[in-house]
T-cell receptor, first 112, second 116 residues
């Protein structure tokens, strides 16, 4: 079935460093790729998304890249801050676009 | 300004009981979802409704039954609760489903279910 693999499962960086999280997907029909941030005890919230007709998108310190040929996409966070510490989920559309399939999450820890 | 709300926020119950979780969205969205997030934080879709019609029914026990009285509400009823049902359940909604115009899903605050 459809699958989204996410790596690494945990990531620890120093404040100011960059963080990169990578995902691969299996459904070649996937056309929408959101990233969600979930703080402890809170709901997942969208931080950035990208559609299949775009290769890269940036919003301040965060950027996402998409390689449709290789079926992988990545989240880049620059100049990390302690408040970036959270669990990050990638996702991809599946089932003809009726569902999002989520990766297993990356726990990012930013130490000051 | 609550967009997607769920009740209750916490639910503690004994094995074998039946319980319901309610979800409401005031965004005018067409599609609503239920997700289960287990202790390892894995978010897994359970059900999806579009305009009150079931469109996704994942491989979940038939003890779980969603009900959508109208497109703004999607409730989850669970019969004969088991220890393994303990998790956080998230409701979500999105403007539509399918096609190239897939849009953001907005999540509710979650319901932490603990089965003793």
């Amino acid at each position: 079935g459809e699958n989204v693999e996410q790596h690494p499962s945990t990531l620890s960086v120093q404040e100011g460093d960059s963080a990169v999280i990578k995902c691969t997907y299996s459904d070649s029909a996937s056309n929408y790729f959101p990233w969600y941030k979930q703080e402890l005890g809170k709901r997942p919230q969208l931080i950035i998304d990208i559609r299949s007709n775009v290769g890269e998108k940036k919003d301040q310190r965060i950027a996402v890249t998409l390689n449709k040929t290789a079926k992988h996409f990545s989240l880049h966070i620059t100049e990390t801050q302690p408040e970036d510490s959270a669990v990050y989920f990638c996702a991809a559309t599946s089932r003809g676009g009726t569902a999002l399939i989520f990766g297993k999450g990356t726990t990012l820890s930013v130490s000051s | 300004d609550t967009a997607v709300s769920q009740t209750p926020k916490y639910l503690v119950t004994q094995m074998g009981n039946d319980k319901s979780i309610k979800c409401e969205q005031n965004l005018g969205h067409d599609t609503m979802y239920w997700y289960k997030q287990d202790s390892k934080k894995f978010l897994k879709i359970m059900f999806s409704y579009n305009n009150k019609e079931l469109i996704i029914n994942e491989t979940v026990p038939n003890r779980f039954s969603p009900k959508s009285p109208d497109k703004a509400h999607l409730n989850l009823h669970i019969n004969s609760l088991e220890l393994g049902d303990s998790a956080v359940y998230f409701c979500a909604s999105s403007p539509n489903s399918g096609g190239s115009s897939y849009n953001e899903q907005f999540f509710g605050p979650g319901t932490r279910l603990t089965v003793l």
